[in-house]
C-alpha cells in the first residue's frame, strides 16, 4: 500500500510455490479450524507486470462458524469494511451455539 492508500503489485519470488505452501496450511486442522475455499476461490491474477495470488473467502456456513486459527477460537476474526477485527467471545459464543442449533 502507498502512502496515499493506493495499493500496487510487488514480484513474487514464486507464485505457484505460495499457493501450494497456503493449500497445505488451510488444509491443516491444527492450524485452521474448518477449509471453506475451494481450489477456484484460489487464483493467479496479473497486476501490471506482476503475478499476484488473489483468494476469494466465502461466507462459512453456520455449521463451520466460527472459523479460526488455531488453537483456539481467540484466533476468530471478521471482515469490517477493509480490515478485519477479532471478534468478541460474546460472538464466537454465540456462533458456536448456533452451530448446534440446526
Known amino acids: 500500500e502507498a502512502k496515499d492508500g493506493s495499493l500496487y503489485s510487488v514480484p513474487l519470488l514464486d ?3 505460495l499457493v501450494e ?4 496450511i488451510v488444509q491443516d486442522p491444527k492450524l485452521v ?3 471453506v475455499l475451494r481450489t477456484e476461490d ?5 497486476s501490471g507486470r506482476n ?3 488473489a483468494i476469494f473467502v466465502p461466507r462459512a456456513d453456520f455449521r463451520q462458524r466460527p472459523v479460526y486459527l488455531a488453537p483456539t477460537y481467540r484466533g476468530t476474526y471478521y471482515r469490517c469494511g477493509e480490515g ?3 471478534s468478541p ?3 464466537v459464543e ?3 451455539q448456533d452451530r448446534g442449533n440446526d
Open 21 to 24: 505452501e497456503f493449500w497445505s
Open 42 to 46: 484460489v487464483r493467479l491474477m496479473r
Open 33 to 35: 479450524s474448518a477449509n
Open 84 to 86: 478485519d477485527r477479532r
Open 51 to 53: 503475478t499476484v495470488v
Open 89 to 91: 467471545r460474546h460472538e
Open 94 to 96: 454465540a456462533m458456536l
Open 15 to 17: 507464485p505457484e510455490e
